[in-house]
């Protein structure tokens, strides 16, 4: 077994600054080894070793982040958390490539978005059209949070089960911090669906 090599699923690919409206941030790439995704870690500030680092696992979606549409808060998500960690002293986005749709893909999620022209919510539209609710995959997400030898995290989110499935592979997770959208006509069915059928946990407006 001594000629074995360990080469290890999340491969650090690349490393540059970008500065943003939200401020400058270190920012790295990964590469998935088992599916050939590819990751983002936008960081502010010192993380190696830190407790309690602010820290948003974000999932793609061109729609909201690149389309603007207002039929998901994606985008308001996206765009909160980036400033809220631009003024930290340090934190960190993780960006999920592959997320498209809870996981599903860009060509389903606008299938969907079909059915819920017709009166359906997400959840049904997904299983009308026999899809998973959410197929997503956090463990990028621990893994790039070891890689960056962050400590432990107050996370940005709204969903506990994203929570769950984070500590379940092995992230500590030292409280989480809400973020709070204002939400739109386009968005409130969509908003409302979060909240009543999958759990989530926030005020909408406040």
């Known amino acids: 077994m001594s000629g074995l090599t360990y080469v290890p699923r999340f491969l650090r690919v690349a490393e540059t600054v970008l500065p943003t409206r939200h401020g400058t ?8 080894q088992y599916d050939g995704f590819t990751h983002l870690a936008l960081v502010r500030g010192d993380v190696a070793g830190r407790s309690g680092v602010l820290t948003r696992v974000h999932s793609e979606c061109l729609t909201g982040e690149v389309l603007g549409s207002l039929r998901c808060d994606c985008g308001e998500q996206f765009d909160r958390s980036l400033a809220e ?9 993780v960006y999920l490539c592959g997320h498209e749709g809870r996981g599903v893909g860009l060509v389903a999620k606008l299938r969907a978005y079909e059915l819920q022209d017709s009166g359906l919510d997400t959840i049904d539209a997904n299983l009308r059209l026999g899809l998973p ?4 995959d956090y463990a990028p997400a621990a893994g790039i949070l070891d890689d960056l030898r962050v400590a432990s995290v107050h996370l940005m989110t709204n969903n506990p089960a994203k929570q769950a499935d984070l ?7 030292d409280g989480r ?3 709070v959208v204002q939400g739109s006509e386009a968005s409130a069915r969509y908003l409302t ?3 009543e059928r999958m759990g989530h946990l926030f005020p909408v407006g406040d």
């Open 193 to 195: 669906t979060k909240r």
């Open 25 to 32: 941030f270190r920012t790295l790439c990964y590469r998935d």
């Open 133 to 136: 609710v959410d197929t997503r």
């Open 177 to 179: 911090v809400p973020i």
């Open 85 to 93: 960690i631009g003024k930290a002293a340090s934190g960190v986005l």
């Open 167 to 173: 500590i379940r592979l092995g992230v500590v997770v």
